[in-house]
């Protein structure tokens, strides 16, 4: 008996997008470490099997649990000393604004010049961050809360260089469509409410290995056993660090979905321009809710 043959749609995603579950499995799917092992050929068949580049995007986006796991271990485990703090913040910050770029809004361009200021505004604020949590902890708080450094610096950072970064969007907005798909107009409050949300997500990611570690930590080094293995710290951190990111990853991703909406009304309300541009653009039809891509 013959099998009925099934046609996929490429341009859907595998799972439903509008509930937490199916966000969750998509991110997991899309950011397996996995992927970063297939080799060049394999990658430039599944492009020209789809005619598309989402093969080597994903690739990108995989390495958020490998290279994220490699650097935040090492931001945990040298906190000790300012040297260390500045060297992690600046390869965390080199990884960043990588991560960034790949994940932005595609439909708004990026300059050079935009890309070395927001890479310099992050590191300067996770520097000022960590190394002004440092010194004061150090004088007014328990040790334990130098181990926190780290994420206070990441916060930071990540409030300074995700906005920094796809600034354009800010100034000029982003397209925003219907319920069909159809562009409709632009907003500058799309553009900010996506990127607060991705910003949020970004934090929530990494909150967990960086503020339940330092529990842990204090824990195990109090045991002889483990002391007397120096060499392991790191390594164990990192490992433990990477547990917790291939979990955290597809969570922080999936807390709000990819297609976000907004109510035209509050277009209406804080940018008019824009909404009499949308008025225009679709003959007096507005649609009562719009819909926009957040970006990563």
Known sequence: MAQELVHIDVDKP???????????????????PRTVLLSSDRLLQAKQMIDKC?????TIVALQVPGG???????????????????????????????????????????????????AMATTSALVAAIGCKNYWSRKAPPLF????????????????????RQTEILNGIDVKNSDGEVVGQSRLAAIKGISEVVLSRITMAAP????????MQRLEKWPVYNRIKW????????????????????????????????????????????????????????KRVYFNKGL
């Open 14 to 32: 595998l799972f439903d997008l509008k509930t937490f579950t199916g966000r969750f499995q998509y991110y997991a799917w899309m950011t397996d």
């Open 54 to 58: 989402r093969a080597a995007a994903n």
């Open 69 to 119: 796991m490699l650097i935040t271990g090492g931001m945990l485990a040298f906190y000790r000393t300012v040297p260390a703090v500045v060297l992690w913040q600046f390869i965390n910050q080199s990884f960043n604004a990588v991560v960034n770029y790949t994940n932005r809004n595609a439909n708004s361009p990026t300059s050079v010049k935009q890309l070395g200021i927001s890479y």
């Open 146 to 165: 130098q181990r926190f450094v780290p994420f206070a610096a990441v916060a930071a950072a990540n409030c300074v260089n995700i906005p920094f970064m």
């Open 209 to 216: 290995g960086m503020l339940v570690l330092p529990f842990i």
């Open 232 to 287: 392991i710290n790191a390594p164990f951190q990192t490992l433990m660090v990477g547990c917790f990111l291939c979990f955290m990853v597809p969570t922080a991703c999936a807390l709000f979905p990819q297609q976000c909406g907004l109510d035209s009304s509050t277009m209406r309300r804080f940018e008019p321009e824009l909404y009499e541009q949308m008025e225009q653009r679709t003959q007096g039809n507005v649609p």
